[in-house]
């Protein structure tokens, strides 16, 4: 099973190949904590592949097949050695060699399974497929310090989602929803959200929206967990990247400092947003939120993460309900509004890094 | 999406194209009591719509997706305006015209969706979808006075079927199968049933079956619901119009007035069908059950409204049973027997209006 | 529906047709105790079928398909006539033939269904299909007198297969996932399993394979079932059959008799595993086990039947999920041990007779 690809017909000089995905990214495999006694089977990129940990505690990856009869190794159990498959017994190490084939002494060339690049940074797990001519990593895997500065409480979760990996993108880009749909958490102010000045950076792969909403009043979700005087100055950082997105939001007392200072103090809530493609129409989402309690710490933590989760569920059903809207209608025109335009960015930037010139 | 269609070929003067159904015909979109404060979604001859009341309480219908980014409508809330969207605020009036876009002050004219005819008779919401050449109604919906008239208690309740709609034609159009199928609530004798003089009649594109039972044993549902001596003189009476049957059913005591005399006392069940395709193969199917009690009344409306649901049940149970064993074997041939005679002219009427001369 | 056949060219000489599975054999219908008063509707080689008994206790395969609407004839009541539909309660007799339409005189000749031949032996009902050469019977049903013999206890159950009938034979021809798979059963030492000394053997269309494994720590099962001293001598001997296997094992006190007599004494299990695809990728499993209990046979027996229900849900977990993974990926290549010879030779002989000469 390989990437889905779509052939684009051209003149001998621009002919291309269009993947369903830009393969040439760390995607999220993993959070850290998933990979614990028991192996991890799950479909990346179209490719199923196995999680687990070495003897030395590093993730590792390999195709979800026994090379033998076929049976899912993440059925099987996780050694020192690596990866024993559950029908018979065959042990695969982390480089997808069989070491061990019980009862027989000679282990032939061909009992083998492809294995994948994985590396755990900052308690993400990333994996790197590429295409065939990158299948060696072009950079390091991100780095996100905001699990491992020691200054924030965090957790999270992974959501699989009936729904493919734009969708997703489309939704995080766009925070005006939050009046309509999370009216109950982080949502506050519909008009507010809607009127708020927005502005759209982009540079390379990544696009930055930005929003300011000066003497709001604060939504559930912050009141709960900070306690404000009154009127807040909130702020909204999206900032896109092509396998994941880093959302930080907050507000301080109104008037407290300027929202441009990155060092500005208050309630902090930073979202990593892993949007990992399944396949074609299905998506792993893979979050943390993280944030700075004034006190109680783990009290409010746990709100946090609660409200998160709520707002992720809610997220949820809008998404799939309108994916699956789409595929009952097919492809019929849309309208643009004045939202869309951090969203559209981040989709020229994904459309084009899915089209390979060979 | 629209309403599947084959062409047919044919010579050049007689090319047609055949719908799946007959398009040019009112049909039921829903019981009034169900659009209250939420929005209805609901597909209906392959078309998704949602369906809702304006301000002024009359019933709206369009199609089921937002222009901007496809979430159905159904997912939105009612307001005075109209109908406003649960993603990201649009609101659109009853003509399916975009009045609102939060946060932008220009509404471009592409922002709509198409609406359709709807009217609301005797607390039945009828829609007119119409072909290429018939988008205006050409003609009322049918009334139902048995609905307004005052003389008749009645409920009723939506079922969805995993049928095509012709299947629950053949089973209404046939009440042979009531002393195998209903023998616990108003089946009575099989064999009086199958040998009781059954009259087909039939004019333009209604037929009518009528049978007339003398010195019959009442069914359960019967002597549950009316004080009856002995045996009664019990007669079924069936309408089949395109969209829709009335299947009046009842008994009088044996010998106490003619069966043909329509102005006859006795116990009266007054059944409403609409019966409207979902798709190709799934359906909706309204009923009402309308009774005139001789003393209990809201108690016995409730015993004829539970068994008539019973009976209901069941049929529906057979006729899933029947169309997947129809898919497991493919079109093989079926044999016809006395009783189908009324089912085959309604589908004689049927197949000629599915088929559109060009 | 007709069996599922794929066309192979060859040259004029040799045109032959695949079939998906043999289909001049014998295949288990049902356990002799499934057929009570009601039908049962069952899918055997891709053909529906409605089995019964006839008023004198023979079993009756019938298509489940009513020849007027096309309910299932499973859906209606066995009498003494034979069986009734459940709709319009026409009445087919043991050789399909319509002997009753109610309210109808005259019945027409093309009032009927197809009949199969079926028969019951040792408490197993058999059926036959053939190919078009063969529609009779080329031969007697399989006997086993294990359950007639009087020297033992058994029971056994239906299972249905997410998988095609081929991985079904491949596990119970290699015994050697038992260490794997059942170690909480049956299973005892992998090691032991995989290194026991194999021998197979095949004759026309049978194949066996034996296992011996003196001086072995007795499994759970056994030991809960027979008192033995110490450590056992045990056997196991697998004997495939096109559409069934034997599975006879056990084991005796170590040094106690020869583990080739067949009339060593010690504890049996003796299961009977009839292999009826239902479709190309879905199957029925029919088991039996049957034990000779040193004391308390009821219990005995009980838990003896108990732990073999337990061992082969897990085979189906793990069938089941090597299936969807071979559907995962394709038809890659597979690599053989040295566990399959035996499986690999009962495939030769399936793959030989699914194809028949032109």
């Known amino acids: 099973m390989s ?3 779509q052939e684009v017909m051209g003149s001998a000089a621009t002919t291309s190949v269009q993947y369903s995905f830009p393969v040439n990214q760390w995607y999220v495999a993993a959070l850290a904590w998933e990979l614990k006694e028991k192996p991890v089977g799950r479909t990346l990129l179209n490719k199923p592949v196995v999680l687990f940990r070495t003897a030395d505690g590093k993730p590792a990856a390999l195709e979800n097949r026994c090379c033998h009869r076929a049976l899912p190794l993440s059925d099987g159990t996780v050694e020192d050695g690596g990866i024993r498959c559950g029908y018979h017994g065959l ?4 480089a997808g060699k069989c070491i061990e084939i019980p009862g027989q002494d000679k282990i032939p060339s061909k009992a083998k399974v492809p294995a994948y690049h994985v590396t755990e940074r900052d308690q993400i797990v990333w994996i790197w497929f590429g295409d065939d001519e990158h299948p060696e990593p072009l950079c390091e895997p991100p780095a996100y310090n905001v699990h491992s500065s020691g200054k924030y409480l965090f957790d999270g ?7 493919p990996y734009q969708l997703i993108h489309d939704n995080l880009m766009d925070l005006s929803h939050l009046g309509y749909v999370h009216l109950r958490t982080i949502g506050g102010n519909a008009s507010i959200h809607m009127t708020a000045k927005m502005t759209v950076e982009s540079e390379n792969d990544v696009v930055r929206v930005i929003r300011h909403m000066p003497a ?10 900070y306690p404000f005087k009154d009127k807040v100055d909130r702020w909204q950082e999206i900032e896109f990247h092509v396998s994941h997105l880093r959302i930080w939001t ?3 007392d109104a008037g407290e400092d300027s929202l441009s200072n990155p060092e500005r103090g208050g309630f902090h809530m930073r979202g990593f947003h892993g949007v990992t493609p399944e396949s074609d129409t299905t998506s792993h989402y893979f979050w943390t939120i993280a ?6 710490p783990e009290v409010v933590k746990q709100k946090v993460v609660e409200q998160t989760k709520m707002t992720f569920d809610e997220d949820k059903v809008v998404i799939e309900s309108q994916y699956k809207n789409m595929c009952r209608f097919g492809a019929l025109p849309m309208i643009d509004i004045h939202v869309d335009t951090g969203a559209n960015r981040a989709r020229r930037i994904v459309e084009q890094l899915r089209t390979v010139k060979l």
Chains 1, 2, 3 share one sequence.
């Open 157 to 163: 979760d992974v959501y699989h989602y009936d729904a």
């Open 91 to 94: 042990l695969f190490n982390d």
């Open 291 to 296: 944030t700075n309690p004034k006190s109680d």
């Open 3 to 5: 990437v889905s690809v």
């Open 216 to 225: 709001s009043v604060p939504p559930p979700t912050y009141t709960a967990a």
């Open 250 to 252: 907050g507000a301080m």
